[in-house]
């Protein structure tokens, strides 16, 4: 129990927890602006060519009527959604691997001191 707990505090440490934070509150945002796009444009784009938009889409079996506009609403929502997120994150990933790559550039050689130089031909000279 105490490496589960010391584990967990070195996690929370370590910023996981509010990147995880963050991205749960950047998701809802994105969340509302997709129903939001998805309620007030593509709905009524969608109205104009069927009476009631998605939304009116129903199917009626024995007592219960489902529906299925609702639902196709949300899968459209979920792939604008999927969609956008994807994207930022392959850009956060580009972003971090262009960073990676600049801490991991090798540092040049500086250039030998007039001693280096000097030694470096006596040492040629006398395996000659």
Do not use: H, Q
């Amino acid at each position: 129990m105490k490496k589960f707990l010391e584990e967990f505090k070195e996690f929370a440490l370590k910023g996981n927890v509010m990147d995880m934070a963050i991205g749960v509150i950047i998701g809802g945002a994105f969340a509302s602006i997709v129903a939001a796009l998805t309620d007030n444009i593509i709905n009524p784009i969608i109205g104009c060519f069927t009476t009631g938009g998605l939304e009116g889409w129903t199917i009626s079996i024995w007592k219960a009527e489902l529906g299925i506009g609702a639902f196709i609403m949300a899968i459209i929502n979920f792939i604008i959604l999927a969609l956008i997120l994807f994207a930022m994150i392959k850009a956060m990933n580009k972003l971090m691997d262009a960073r990676k790559k600049e801490e991991e550039a090798p540092a040049e050689d500086p250039e030998p001191t007039k001693e280096e130089v000097l030694l470096t031909e006596i040492r040629d000279l006398l395996k000659k």
